[in-house]
């Protein structure tokens, strides 16, 4: 059954955006600022994806775009904020592949455009801006609707590429984590839309990496992502052909939302501390909205967490993952949920 799942996984058609895999690196003058009791720390580095200027996004649109090429689509459809690291991926597969690209971002229009939003526009995507979050995903559909009445075909990728294909791209990606020879007891990253989080606890089942996987939210509060996650594996299991059964077993989602600080996209005092710690000491540079949030190393209370890790990077530039005593929930107070996994996508 599991060989069976993992066949299907790896058969799925795909656009090689960026060459793999990424390296594991140790984090050893990291382990050293830590103290005598810092466990080992490693980084799976993929802002090192060429593609776009890299980031976890780049394996999620390596499927999600094969799915729109198999829909024969002109256009790509996408939505974020107005520094969505996403968006920046999407504008670029659309400029790989021929594809018009149209972002829906909120907030209001820049005065001089910077960073991702500058990239949106070199690689030739048009963007509209709404007000608000609750905005993006009707103005995508009436984007849609549009074209679809002037005879294109556009394809919409909902926020994040977070749909079981782009999950699916993600879980493809652990075989590396696997064939480096790192075995991580805990992988943490940041979560947002879930499709990361998906991605990583079917991928570490179907390729038999023991590890716990805990996400970092960068905004919501953590039984919304929760039920966000458990969605997403229920249809990556429903798309690897082993449908749910009615019996199936008890597995964590684990989310820790104590890091969000003021807001998305918003910095907070233990993140940014983490960011410079990382850079000064590993020559590193972390995203503060996305890949600084799992490492809030100046926060006593989640110090302890840290002192046994291993490590994996994801955001839209970085981030990491990270091996910890097997007590660290108590000790990290995290917020989880148990959420029931379908049969095929069950540890080993």
């Given at each position: 059954?599991?060989?069976?799942?993992?066949?299907?996984?790896?058969?799925?058609?795909?656009?090689?955006?960026?060459?793999?895999?990424?390296?594991?690196?140790?984090?050893?003058?990291?382990?050293?600022?830590?103290?005598?009791?810092?466990?080992?720390?490693f980084i799976k580095r993929d802002d090192l994806l060429s593609f776009g200027m890299g980031g976890n996004k780049v394996r999620k649109m390596s499927l999600v775009a094969a799915e729109a090429l198999a829909h024969h689509a002109d256009t790509l459809i996408t939505c974020g904020a107005r520094q969505s690291n996403h968006a920046r991926v999407t504008a670029a597969t659309g400029a790989a592949l021929g594809l018009r690209v149209v972002l829906v971002l909120n907030g209001d229009p820049a005065a001089r455009a910077t960073g991702n939003l500058l990239l949106d526009r070199l690689f030739g995507a048009e963007v509209r801006y709404v007000s608000s979050r609750a905005e993006r995903a009707p103005m995508m559909e009436e984007i849609a609707a549009d074209l679809r009445a002037r005879g294109r075909r556009p394809f919409v990728v909902p926020l994040g590429a977070s749909t079981a294909t782009g999950a699916m791209g993600f879980a493809r990606g652990v075989a590396e984590i696997a064939a480096a020879g790192v075995k991580p007891d805990i992988i943490v990253h940041a979560s947002s839309s879930g499709g990361t989080q998906a991605g990583l606890m079917a991928g570490c089942a179907l390729f038999g990496v023991r590890a716990r996987v805990l996400g970092i939210s960068a905004d919501d509060p953590a039984p919304l992502l929760v039920r966000v996650v458990g969605a997403l594996l229920d249809d990556i299991a429903a798309r690897l052909?082993?449908?749910?059964?009615?019996?199936?077993?008890?597995?964590?989602?684990?989310?820790?939302?104590?890091?969000?600080?003021?807001?998305?996209?918003?910095?907070?005092?233990?993140?940014?501390?983490?960011?410079?710690?990382?850079?000064?000491?590993?020559?590193?540079?972390?995203?503060?909205?996305?890949?600084?949030?799992?490492?809030?190393?100046?926060?006593?209370?989640?110090?302890?967490?840290?002192?046994?890790?291993?490590?994996?990077?994801?955001?839209?530039?970085?981030?990491?993952?990270?091996?910890?005593?097997?007590?660290?929930?108590?000790?990290?107070?995290?917020?989880?949920?148990?959420?029931?996994?379908?049969?095929?996508?069950?540890?080993?």
């Open positions: 059954m599991m060989a069976t799942a993992l066949a299907a996984l790896m058969s799925l058609p795909s656009i090689p955006l960026a060459p793999h895999p990424t390296p594991v690196e140790p984090l050893l003058r990291l382990g050293a600022a830590l103290g005598p009791h810092a466990p080992r720390l052909a082993r449908l749910a059964q009615p019996s199936t077993a008890n597995r964590e989602i684990e989310v820790d939302d104590r890091f969000v600080g003021p807001g998305y996209g918003i910095p907070s005092q233990p993140s940014t501390d983490a960011l410079e710690l990382v850079a000064r000491r590993e020559g590193i540079v972390l995203d503060p909205v996305y890949t600084a949030r799992p490492w809030p190393v100046s926060s006593p209370e989640f110090g302890p967490a840290i002192s046994r890790p291993i490590g994996r990077s994801c955001s839209g530039t970085r981030a990491g993952c990270r091996e910890c005593l097997p007590d660290a929930r108590a000790m990290c107070g995290v917020r989880r949920a148990r959420c029931r996994v379908p049969d095929a996508l069950k540890g080993a």
